[in-house]
């Protein structure tokens, strides 16, 4: 899979070479390149915002420096992958669509993906009008109903879950089946040993016997069950609207 960035900090995305993402770099699964929007600027200052037309708060970013980042991208991209491969382009946005588990596994089939970080209020409108145009694949994601300040931190948060999907990341694949999220739900409660735990304050804290019967088929139960109470107690909205509503099935 390959990756790039487009941003005002390249910085932010240092930590893409730590850990699970820096391992899958270096071993060849994940070539991820970081750009520097302001390297596709041509005036003394390196301009990438101005004032929003019409009037009102804070600065739009300008489209010339982001039409020539992307072209720069894709020419780069293509002559590593082959001029008949097209990027998904990923614009980090607030006012997207929710980034959730099932996208991540969805991006984490592609073959290229290409973030595009936006700032300040946001980036000129015509930028998206002529990506769709010139026949990119286009996609606005939020993390969540809240604003950071930039795509970036949306970037490692994306780029991480996308990344432990491609195959050989992760290196037991079974512990991405069971995890919170993989089938709609939350994940069951864990428990390794000692048995029974004494707390620092003496209670004696004892493990759900269950889990010591060496019964797989009972064992495999309890945690469906579980997940069942535990995603019905934090997140009701994951199940779906309750049944006996007296509306058709
Ligand atoms: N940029 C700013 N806020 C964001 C959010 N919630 N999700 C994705 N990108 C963002």
Known sequence: MRLDVITLFPDYLAPLELSLIGKARREGLVDLVVHDLRDHTHDRHR?????PLGGGAGMVMKPEPWAEAFAAVRDRGQEGLG??????????NPAGTPFVQATAQEWSHCEWIVFACGRYEG??????EHLADAGYEIALASLGDYVLNGGEVAVLAMTEAVVRLVPGVVGNAESLVEESHSDGMLEYPLYTRPAAWHDPVGVVREAPGILLSGDHGRIAAWRREQSVLRTGRRRPDLLG???GDGAPD
Do not use: H
């Open 47 to 51: 301009t990438v915002d101005d004032t």
């Open 83 to 92: 001029a008949d491969v097209e990027p998904l382009i990923v614009f980090p």
């Open 123 to 128: 980036i000129d409108e015509r930028v998206y």
């Open 241 to 243: 609207p309750a049944d």
